[in-house]
C-alpha cells in the first residue's frame, strides 16, 4: 500500500476514505489537474476513484459545490460528469470523492495530437458536447435569477479580498457595459479545455463541475475557445460542432477578457 503521499492524505483521512473505499492498495497524485485543488487517483478494494482536496477558503467553498453538483446529477443520464461518491469537510481542507474516469482533458489530447485534422475533430466533438448541455432540458438545474448580475456580485467579493487577476476598473466597466440578455440554458461556468476529458478521439465527459447551473451560454463558448482562437481551422471546426451561435469580438471580450478575470 502506498501511504507517503501528499496534500494532508494521513492516516485520519485514509481511514475516512477507506470506510467507502475499502483498503486503499495505491494513491498519487495527478499532475495534469488540480490548478484549485490537490488531485489523486486511488486505486481501492471497491473501485478506482478521484479524490480532490481543496485548502484555500475561495477553493473549498468551489469544491463543496461541485460536491452538491455532482450529488445532484447523482444516477442520471443527460449529462456526463464524474459520479459523486463522498464529500469530508475537515478543519482546514474539504474533500470530494468520486469516480475515476478513464481518458485526458482536452488540452493534453490536443497538446499530443499528431496532425491538425486530429486537432479539428477533438475541437468539433467538444463543440458537440457543448451544444448537446446547451439543448439540455433538465429538472436538475432551475433558473433562479439573473446569473450575469449573480457573477458580477462575487467577481465584486473576490476583488475586495484579493482573490483574482481582475481589478476594479474593468468590473466597474462589465457593469456599466453589459451584454444584451440572451436565453439562459444549462452552461458548465468554466468551460476550458482543461475541464473537459477525451476518450476515445472525442470529448466526451465534463469535469470541474463547481459552475454548472443556469446561465448565459455565450460564457461557455467564449471558455471553450479561447485557446484555439488564433487557429481560425480549429475554431470553425469548434463553430461546426456546435452549431447554436457564434461570438461576436464584443461577446467574447466581455467574457474571455472580462469577466473570467476574475474567477
Same mark, same amino acid.
Given at each position: 500500500?502506498?501511504?507517503?503521499?501528499?496534500?494532508?492524505?494521513?492516516?485520519?483521512?485514509?481511514?475516512?476514505?477507506?470506510? !467507502?473505499?475499502?483498503? !486503499?492498495?495505491?494513491?498519487?497524485?495527478?499532475?495534469?489537474?488540480?490548478?484549485?485543488?490537490?488531485?489523486?487517483?486511488?486505486?481501492?478494494?471497491?473501485?478506482?476513484?478521484?479524490?480532490?482536496?481543496?485548502?484555500?477558503?475561495?477553493?473549498?467553498?468551489?469544491?463543496?459545490?461541485?460536491?452538491?453538483?455532482?450529488?445532484?446529477?447523482?444516477?442520471?443520464?443527460?449529462?456526463?460528469?464524474?459520479?459523486?461518491?463522498?464529500?469530508?469537510?475537515?478543519? /482546514?481542507?474539504?474533500?470530494?470523492?468520486?469516480?475515476?474516469?478513464?481518458?485526458?482533458?482536452?488540452?493534453?489530447?490536443?497538446?499530443?495530437?499528431?496532425?491538425?485534422?486530429?486537432?479539428?475533430?477533438?475541437?468539433?466533438?467538444?463543440?458537440?458536447?457543448?451544444?448537446?448541455?446547451?439543448?439540455?432540458?433538465?429538472?436538475?438545474?432551475?433558473?433562479?435569477?439573473?446569473?450575469?448580475?449573480?457573477?458580477?456580485?462575487?467577481?465584486?467579493?473576490?476583488?475586495?479580498?484579493?482573490?483574482?487577476? /481582475?481589478?476594479?476598473?474593468?468590473?466597474?466597466?462589465?457593469?456599466?457595459?453589459?451584454?444584451?440578455?440572451?436565453?439562459?440554458? +444549462?452552461?458548465?461556468?468554466?468551460?476550458?479545455?482543461?475541464?473537459?476529458?477525451?476518450?476515445? /478521439?472525442?470529448?466526451?465527459?465534463?469535469?470541474? +463541475?463547481?459552475?454548472?447551473?443556469?446561465?448565459?451560454?455565450?460564457?461557455?463558448?467564449?471558455?471553450?475557445?479561447?485557446?484555439?482562437?488564433?487557429?481560425?481551422?480549429?475554431?470553425?471546426?469548434?463553430?461546426?460542432?456546435?452549431?447554436?451561435?457564434?461570438?461576436?469580438?464584443?461577446?467574447?471580450?466581455?467574457?474571455?477578457? /472580462?469577466?473570467?478575470?476574475?474567477?
Amino acid at each position: 500500500m502506498t501511504r507517503g503521499l501528499k496534500f494532508n492524505l494521513d492516516k485520519d483521512l485514509l481511514d475516512k476514505l477507506e470506510v !467507502i473505499t475499502g483498503s !486503499i492498495h495505491r494513491a498519487h497524485m495527478i499532475d495534469e489537474q488540480g490548478w484549485t485543488s490537490a488531485v489523486h487517483k486511488i486505486s481501492a478494494v471497491n473501485g478506482t476513484y478521484i479524490l480532490k482536496s481543496s485548502f484555500k477558503e475561495k477553493y473549498r467553498e468551489w469544491l463543496k459545490t461541485e460536491a452538491e453538483v455532482l450529488k445532484k446529477l447523482k444516477s442520471q443520464q443527460e449529462i456526463p460528469v464524474p459520479e459523486y461518491v463522498h464529500y469530508i469537510e475537515e478543519t /482546514g481542507r474539504n474533500h470530494l470523492l468520486m469516480s475515476y474516469e478513464e481518458g485526458m482533458t482536452l488540452t493534453k489530447a490536443l497538446r499530443e495530437a499528431v496532425s491538425h485534422d486530429e486537432k479539428k475533430q477533438l475541437m468539433k466533438s467538444f463543440g458537440q458536447l457543448l451544444y448537446w448541455l446547451h439543448e439540455t432540458e433538465t429538472a436538475h438545474f432551475e433558473l433562479t435569477g439573473d446569473w450575469l448580475e449573480e457573477e458580477l456580485k462575487r467577481a465584486e467579493r473576490y476583488l475586495e479580498a484579493g482573490e483574482c487577476d /481582475g481589478d476594479r476598473e474593468l468590473l466597474e466597466k462589465l457593469k456599466a457595459n453589459r451584454l444584451a440578455e440572451v436565453k439562459q440554458t +444549462v452552461i458548465h461556468g468554466d468551460c476550458t479545455t482543461d475541464n473537459v476529458m477525451v476518450r476515445d /478521439g472525442e470529448v466526451r465527459l465534463f469535469i470541474d +463541475v463547481a459552475g454548472m447551473t443556469v446561465g448565459d451560454p455565450r460564457y461557455d463558448v467564449a471558455l471553450a475557445i479561447r485557446k484555439v482562437m488564433a487557429d481560425s481551422e480549429l475554431t470553425e471546426a469548434f463553430y461546426e460542432g456546435y452549431g447554436l451561435f457564434r461570438l461576436s469580438s464584443r461577446e467574447f471580450n466581455y467574457f474571455e477578457n /472580462g469577466l473570467y478575470e476574475f474567477f
